[in-house]
Structures are given as structure tokens and as C-alpha cells.
């Protein structure tokens, strides 16, 4: 991070302002080589959370096993984040992962 107007900024936003243009309020800026330091602008693209999770499941290539009434339990609020981690031993982002709705990469048992 850098300081820019006195806030602090991560430099690959304010690379990528300057070569690709705005940022729109709620996006992030995703990096296609997987290299969080990375700032050539041909390696920066603009996204959701969400699109980076994907992201980060299908690199990674990774699957959990949960039970689909804990998904159900987990989509409807029902159960929360940190209830949902502790109890089926699952990282943060692959509850909110759950929780967004992406299923093509996470196999329910």
C-alpha cells in the first residue's frame, strides 16, 4: 500500500486508473497472474469479491465437502460465517464463497 491523497491505496489501483481509466465504486481490482505485488497494467483487471474467489477456487483447484443442509443453513443466514468455519472445519472465503452461491466449484457431499 501507498499513501495517495494522504489514504492509504493499493499501488495496483492507482496503476490501474491511470492506464485502464476509472475504478466504479464497489469493484476491485484483480490481478491475472496471481501475484498480489504485480502492477503491469496487462496483468490487472477489475471484479467483484465474488469473481475473486472464484478466481482463487479454480487455481487452486480446490473442493470442500459440506452437508447440503449446512449450505442451505448458510445461504439463508441462518447459520453465520464463523459458526459455519468452526463447526465443518472450512476456511472464511469458501463460507462466503458457499454463501454467494457458487456451486460449480465446491462439491456438496
Known amino acids: 500500500m501507498v499513501s495517495w491523497g494522504g489514504e492509504p491505496v493499493y499501488l495496483s489501483r492507482i496503476v490501474f486508473s491511470f492506464h485502464k481509466g476509472e475504478i466504479p465504486k464497489g469493484l476491485l481490482v484483480r490481478h491475472t497472474c496471481d501475484i498480489k505485488e504485480c502492477?503491469?497494467?496487462?496483468?490487472?483487471?477489475?471484479?467483484?469479491?465474488?469473481d475473486n474467489i472464484h478466481d482463487s477456487f479454480r487455481r487452486q483447484g480446490r473442493l470442500i465437502k459440506i452437508p447440503q443442509t449446512a449450505v442451505d443453513s448458510l445461504r439463508s443466514g441462518q447459520l453465520s460465517i464463523a459458526d459455519a468455519c468452526r463447526l465443518y472445519k472450512i476456511k472464511v472465503k469458501h463460507a462466503y464463497a458457499i454463501r454467494a452461491g457458487w456451486k460449480r466449484i465446491i462439491r456438496w457431499s
Do not use: N
Open 39 to 50: 502492477v503491469q497494467p496487462t496483468h490487472l483487471i477489475l471484479g467483484t469479491t465474488g
